[in-house]
């Protein structure tokens, strides 16, 4: 999962648009939006952060920097005594050329002393739009750990795993929410997966998707919905 060979593979799949969003790290970031930028592939830098009540949630930015901040606030509330265990490998970082430059030796999955909702209010006080990731599976989803959608949380997009809005999803309360699908690919093997989320074309850009992400328009998508089984 070097920046390159994400970078080709989602040329080679066809990908208009990929974001990245590593476990509480934000440091391969950049060079695959710069790569990507190269590849004509719109790149959504984010993050994924861990809640103290295991909740993961996804932070898309509209820029590098302002994730850059929030990544180094995330960090700092890591606990150092926690260590990379050896049999899981090791968190490289790399640039451009897929050269390793780095390596990350705290354990990055690992909760944060911050409740669900602290940590979406502190996303968005740096410029995040969040949501809850993969919340039909059975650990780390919003509904697996916490049992429901706290009311306090303004949640207008959800995410699920790839396949589900194919199964029926009764037992998820989706009524009045967006919802994407992702394959949350971490090998590029993974990123081989059908189902992918199609995106209406006025959404041609990172700050065009962001703010519909911030406030989806559902009659879009399902008029976009309706023109592709038309098709």
């Known amino acids: 999962m070097t920046p390159n060979n994400i970078v080709n593979m ?15 790290a934000a440091a391969n970031v950049l060079p695959i939006l710069d790569l990507a930028q190269q590849a004509g592939i719109i790149c959504i830098p984010g993050i994924e952060v861990q ?9 898309y930015f509209q820029t590098y920097q ?3 901040a929030f990544t180094d606030f995330v960090t700092s509330l890591l606990d150092p005594q926690i260590q990379l265990p050896k049999n899981l490998g090791k968190q490289l970082i790399f640039d451009e050329t897929d050269t390793i430059i780095g390596e990350e030796s705290r354990f990055l999955h ?16 740096f ?8 919340i039909d599976r059975p650990a780390f989803g919003i509904l697996s750990q916490l049992g429901f ?29 967006a919802v994407i699908t992702a394959s949350d690919a971490h090998s590029l093997e993974q990123m081989v997966t059908p189902g992918h989320s199609q995106l209406h074309p006025s959404l041609n850009s990172v700050t065009r998707i962001w703010q519909w ?3 989806p328009q559902i009659d879009l998508l399902r008029s976009f919905q309706s023109e592709l089984e038309d098709q």
């Open 66 to 68: 302002p994730l850059r």
């Open 51 to 59: 809640s103290r009540e295991d909740v993961h949630l996804l932070c």
């Open 10 to 24: 989602a040329s080679v799949l066809g990908l208009d648009v990929i974001a990245v969003t590593d476990h509480h």
């Open 213 to 215: 992400l911030r406030n």
């Open 149 to 177: 959608i706290p009311p306090s949380l303004p949640v207008k997009v959800v995410e699920v795993t790839m396949g589900q809005l194919a199964r029926p999803s009764k037992h998820l309360p989706l009524d009045g929410m």
């Open 110 to 125: 690992q909760s944060i002393p911050l409740s669900t909702e602290e940590l979406w209010r502190v996303a968005e006080s």
């Open 127 to 134: 410029g995040a739009c969040c949501l809850p990731a993969h």
